[in-house]
């Protein structure tokens, strides 16, 4: 019988959630790394017990946890994370010249055909890869040292890589988006990278509408059409539908265009979600009311999702990294908040029910369907 | 024997006790005493201090007999006490640090 098994990053720790095609009841495990931060974890595609963690604190910096059995035993693999070659400097939060500094793991982005591959999305902005299960780490180091690197500046929780998409047909193209640069591409493994951001504009920049410096909170596709693109930006939702190289807004009837995860039905290329926050600086729902927005026309035009959520006094935020889709028919989705709720719909977000209540502060949710 | 006690999540990870017994070749100092630490315990090594400077994590740090060592230099022997193993070095994780 299928299960599915979520994967919860906290701030203070992971928690794996386990129930069967249903999805209806749960069962919660954890905290695995309790008191670490758990920025995320990720599953194989290619070994569905093949598992990656990001843990770090203030404290004691990173370490990443691999288990080999679907998270029942784990352990420490490499933890050395060194820029390659000169440093140089982005803007720091006053605008003036920061030296990289490596600080966290924000995202794991494990092969779809190799256990052993897996990439990581760090603070200060960079792409690592690990060819060896993640014992050692090398920089995909064109990305950091693009010329426009002395542009990039931190949004409010850091500056990082927090998106990785790599193209299923072809692992050589691949998108990653970073907080406060944008989206840049390659489709040569890494060795060369271009900004992918004309059409975005940002009111907080010089230049409105520069090619670097815009704060994409994340950016989502559906993998049969690696070339249409969904983005929610600091402000505005964006759509691409040729691979990044120009952006047109599709915010439409949103109450608000601001928030920060955005995913895409598992069988509707055109059904995309996003969860409204009421203001760059109200992070909360509008109205107090927590619902998720869902358009199946690609954009533009959206509906509320709110049946089994909070329709009052809800004040909690849902970050860029917590949302996550299965590929059950029909898709479960499933969205964590900054209050440690974790929400599940079982019917592609017509209806919603706790999964989990209570947890720290969810930073990550990701999702397995299990044979 | 020198003794070294760890923090809670540092023993959590190492898979050892509240305190760790290490010996040092020669006169100890805190950077031969925390290479061996990174020897014995591998999964230690990052968590004390930046893998490729060596410099402190800043909101680690390392009291002895009832002194605050950490911004001693890393190569100044350790106090008399610790190195003949009558006192320990307690790793602290800093009150700002979490």
Request: glycine share 10%; net charge negative; aromatic share 8%.
């Amino acid at each position: 019988m299928t299960k599915v098994r979520v994967l919860v990053g906290t701030q203070k720790g992971g928690f794996v959630l386990s129930s069967d095609g249903r999805r209806r009841d749960w069962d919660v495990a954890g905290p695995l790394f309790g008191g670490w931060e758990v920025y995320h974890m990720a599953a194989s595609p290619a070994d569905p017990d093949r598992l990656y963690a990001s843990q770090s604190t203030g404290w004691f910096g990173q370490v990443v946890q691999r288990s080999d059995d679907g998270g029942s035993t784990w352990q420490p693999v490499g933890n050395e994370f060194v820029y390659e070659g000169g440093t140089g400097t982005h803007q720091w939060y006053d605008g003036s010249p920061h030296p990289w500094e490596f600080a966290r793991v924000w995202h794991l982005e494990a092969s779809a055909s190799d256990p052993d591959s897996v990439l990581a999305g760090v603070e200060d902005a960079a792409l690592f890869r690990s060819s060896d299960g993640g014992a050692t780490w090398s920089e995909v180091s064109a990305l950091r040292t693009h010329e426009s690197g002395p542009r990039w500046q931190p949004g409010a929780g850091g500056m990082a890589v927090h998106t990785v998409l790599v193209d299923p047909a072809d692992p050589d193209r691949m998108h990653v988006a970073i907080s406060a640069a944008g989206v840049f591409r390659t489709a040569d493994g890494g060795s060369t990278w271009q900004p992918a951001n004309n059409g975005l504009r940002s009111e907080f920049l010089p230049e409105p509408e520069a090619d670097v410096g815009h704060c994409v909170h994340r950016i989502a596709r559906h993998p049969s059409r690696p070339d249409v693109l969904f983005m929610q930006k600091h402000w505005d939702v964006m759509r691409s539908d040729d691979g990044g190289g120009t952006w047109r807004e599709v915010s439409g009837d949103l109450p608000s265009d601001f928030g920060f995860p955005i995913a895409v039905h598992a069988h509707e290329p055109d059904t995309v979600y996003v969860v409204p926050i009421t203001s760059d600086s109200e992070h909360y729902p509008p109205e107090g009311r927590l619902r998720v927005y869902r358009s199946r026309s690609g954009g533009v035009e959206w509906e509320p999702l709110g049946d089994g959520l909070p329709t009052v006094d809800c004040y909690v935020n849902v970050l860029r990294e917590a949302m996550a889709i299965d590929d059950l028919d029909p898709c479960g989705v499933y969205f964590g908040t900054t209050g440690g709720q974790v929400y599940a719909s079982a019917d592609s977000g017509d209806h919603w029910a706790t999964a989990a209540a209570h947890l720290p502060r969810v930073l990550s949710v990701e999702v397995q369907t299990l044979p | 024997m020198i003794r070294v006690v760890l923090p809670h999540h540092l023993r959590v990870l190492a898979g050892v006790g509240k305190e760790v017994l290490l010996c040092v070749d020669g006169q100890p100092t805190q950077r031969l005493l925390l290479d061996e630490l990174e020897r014995a315990y591998p999964t230690l090594r990052g968590t004390l201090r930046d893998p490729s400077t060596h410099r402190r994590r800043a909101f680690v740090r390392f009291f002895a007999c009832e002194e605050d060592l950490s911004n001693q230099p890393p190569d100044e022997p350790l106090p008399e006490a610790v190195a003949a193993g009558r006192e320990p070095l307690h790793v602290v994780g800093a009150i700002a640090g979490g």
